[in-house]
């Protein structure tokens, strides 16, 4: 690079600002004020409420880990005696005394397949092993003492079984995302010893859930058919990796049905966003456009789209509801990189589950050329950032709504309460520092004129 001429004071204090990095000119910003005349104002660095910045390797990494410590150690998988309060692997006979170790969350619940399935995407991500261990040892875990307590209800049939949802989902919830956990788990392995458990899951999900005359899945309550928007992450991630698991296509035309029969109800084209529930019958119907129901929408067809085979029929009409629902959603971005509780009233609070999602689907989208990364990037570092900001040092989560039924007014949405405990949480966040990493070894960025920008460099 040749040497600077002599630019005048202005100019000179300009040029102090300017650096090459991997052979580009990349702005930086100053940190002292001036008059007009002196100073290089428009590098002044704002006062912003989260880091601005495009987060490293090792940082985005040291997050993750501080959640893994935090889940590994809070998550047992063992049996214990109540009588010695010890652990054990007698499964000799049907015993009361024989209990799940507890811990601060379900290995069975819906949010616990989310956090199954981004320890994998974890491990992908970054080469440690470690967070691919955690879910196999749990949903092997799972899969072994599963016949034991099965035997447990029949000999007594009034015993509370830890393992009811496994044994016998009677919803949604009990069933998609763990088992597109424990499919993705096996990978491939047909004869894995969670089959049995896999078929059971998508038998409830094929056959016994509530639908409606078209076969939307669909729900009994709070009101007569209801369909929910959650239940599409607790249905299509199950059906494609079902799909792909055994090559059956009538699952994959269940998800795409899912999915596009859901959005002809449900989302809102002039703001680009869902409704969380919709009820037959109810004319017109409240919308009130939660962020975590949105964000499971966005990853359901994130989900169907990584095994969809592209030559299905449903494919090009998946990819452009998950291309409109991404750009709805990134117009709602807050300036401090979170979205707000419900997504287009600014005055709800602002909730990291829902931001961790849709940092995750978007940059997940930018990496599989889904989306373009010159107008997604941007905003998914800055959502990554805020996030990162709600981890403490415990590696727990801040600012997670709890969980949440169907409301049709305002109040309920607003006031649903935050917990560190809400276990909606911890996937979302390992999924969005999972796919951030990705991002960032593969896209090129720099801060332009003080703008966090992604280059074709």
């Known amino acids: 690079m040749k040497p600077m001429k002599s630019l005048g004071k202005m100019s000179m204090l300009a040029a102090a600002c300017i650096c090459t990095t991997a052979g580009s000119l990349q702005a930086q910003y100053v940190k002292t004020g001036g008059s007009d005349a002196t100073s290089p104002l428009h590098l002044l660095k704002p006062d912003y409420p989260v880091p601005y910045e495009a987060p ?35 499964l000799s006979k049907p015993d009361t005394n024989i209990i799940l170790q507890t811990g ?23 080469g440690d092993k470690k967070y691919a261990d955690y879910t196999h040892n749990r949903v092997q875990f799972l899969a072994k003492v599963a016949p034991y307590f099965s035997q447990m209800s029949k000999v007594f049939p009034q015993y509370r079984n830890p393992l009811k949802q496994v044994l016998e989902p009677h919803a949604l919830d009990d069933a998609g995302a763990v088992c597109a956990a424990m499919i993705k788990s096996a990978n491939g392995n047909m004869q894995t010893p969670m089959r049995p ?22 729900r009994n309550r709070p009101l007569p058919n209801s369909i929910w928007l959650d239940d599409l992450y607790m249905s299509v991630p199950a059906l494609a990796q079902m799909g792909k698991f055994t090559g059956n296509n009538a699952y994959y035309d269940d998800a795409v049905r899912q999915i596009l029969q859901f959005s002809e109800r449900m989302f ?18 409240p919308q009130f456009h939660w962020g975590r129901a949105n964000g499971w929408a966005l990853m359901a067809m994130s989900e169907l789209l990584d095994v969809l085979p592209p030559s299905h029929p449903g494919y090009a009409k998946v990819l452009k509801q998950f291309q409109q629902h991404a750009a709805g959603l990134a117009a709602y971005q807050s300036g401090s990189g979170f979205w707000h509780q419900l997504l287009d009233r600014t005055d709800s609070y602002l909730e990291t589950s829902a931001t961790a999602i849709y940092a995750y689907c978007m940059a997940h989208g930018i990496n599989k050329g889904w989306l373009d990364a010159k107008a997604f990037g941007p905003a998914v570092l800055l959502a990554w950032n805020a996030v990162s900001t709600k ?19 305002p109040a309920f949405y607003y006031h649903r309460p935050v917990n560190v405990f809400a276990a909606h ?8 520092c999972a796919e951030v990493m990705i991002l960032t070894q593969q896209k090129h960025f720099k801060l332009n004129d003080s703008a966090l920008m992604f280059t074709e460099e």
């Open 391 to 409: 981890v403490n040092d415990k590696g727990q989560v801040e600012g997670t709504c709890v969980g949440t039924g169907m409301g049709f007014e």
């Open 56 to 90: 490293s390797q090792q940082k985005v990494k040291a997050v993750a880990d501080k959640v893994f410590a935090y889940l590994d150690a809070t998550t047992p998988y063992a049996l214990l005696d109540k009588r010695t309060g010890q652990v054990t692997t007698d």
């Open 197 to 218: 458990l896999i078929d059971r899951y998508m038998d409830f999900i094929s056959n016994k859930e509530f639908r409606l005359a078209d076969k939307t899945l669909a």
């Open 104 to 126: 601060d969350y379900r290995l069975t619940s819906y949010e616990w397949g989310v956090t199954y399935s981004a320890m994998l995407r974890m491990s992908e991500a970054s």
């Open 425 to 432: 949480g911890y996937g979302p966040v390992l999924l969005a």
């Open 268 to 285: 809102n084209t002039g703001k680009g966003l869902y409704m969380h529930g919709w009820i037959q019958g109810m004319e017109p119907h």
